[in-house]
């Protein structure tokens, strides 16, 4: 937020002195152009939505008001993006995720923020993340079932082509199955723990990637009980409802592992 201008810092957050702006951009397009010098394959990048991006400004009916704002500040940086080569722009929206689990968000609202952004977005792969945040190692989410979010997601049919969808808690895990979405969406599922000292084995990770990807004859694995929290936004394992063809996602599933 060092970059927005209209703010000015006061113990540990950012106090909204005047219109929010950030005339050089969000700083993630500059971002992707020097990654992009190391590593010239890259084609994602990841991008916070509004309530990530004024966590830290106050007061906060100020940064509420900002969300529109903000809203056209992301979509400058994703048309700037596009421009120069990326393919695949992920939304990172936690504090969505986590307010349609504890009520603070409905699905109107969540719905409306994440098609704004998306608006007129074509020629790359849409990607929305949703996660119940990790703070200090675990979740600020108080109901961590994956309920909560279906009507969003339903709704958003068409908007996005790619689902990242956090399944490490164990109620996530419990609620798979209600992930009978729409078969243009692309589900990558996140298995891996990474807030707890445990490592999962190669064996655990198998096992939930076949349980997801519906192979026949594949074993059902609930997480250890003394998992905790999260998966890994990066994970590459994906899974999608019965009625997809199986030998497209196997291959995939075969690459992730």
Known sequence: MNRCLGTEVTGGAFRITAPVGAPAGLGIAASFVRERSI?????KVTIPG?????TMLEPREAARAAW???????????????????????????????????GGWDTALAVETIMAIFDGVRGVRR?????????GARTWAR?????????????????????????????????????????????????????????????????????????????????????????????DSLFTSERVRRPQWSQRASRAL
């Open 39 to 43: 590593y010239p394959d890259l084609q």
């Open 50 to 54: 509004p309530p990530e991006i004024t």
């Open 68 to 102: 529109p704002t903000v809203t056209e500040l992301i979509r400058a940086e994703i048309r700037t993006l596009i421009e120069i080569g990326a393919r695949d722009i992920q939304l990172d929206v936690p504090q969505i995720a986590m307010g349609l689990a504890d």
């Open 143 to 235: 109901n961590r079932s994956l309920r909560p979010l279906l009507p969003t997601l339903q709704r958003l049919t068409g908007s996005i082509d790619r689902l990242v969808l956090e399944l490490s808690l164990p109620e996530q895990w419990a609620d798979r199955h209600l992930c009978d979405l729409d078969d243009r969406l692309e589900i990558a599922a996140g298995i891996v723990d990474v807030k707890s000292p445990r490592i999962q084995t190669v064996d655990e990770l198998a096992f939930m990637t076949e349980d997801l990807l519906g192979m026949p004859g594949s074993p059902s694995h609930e997480p250890p009980r003394d998992q905790t929290s999260m998966s890994n936004e990066s994970s």
């Open 127 to 135: 990607s929305l993340h949703l996660c119940y945040g990790d703070f």
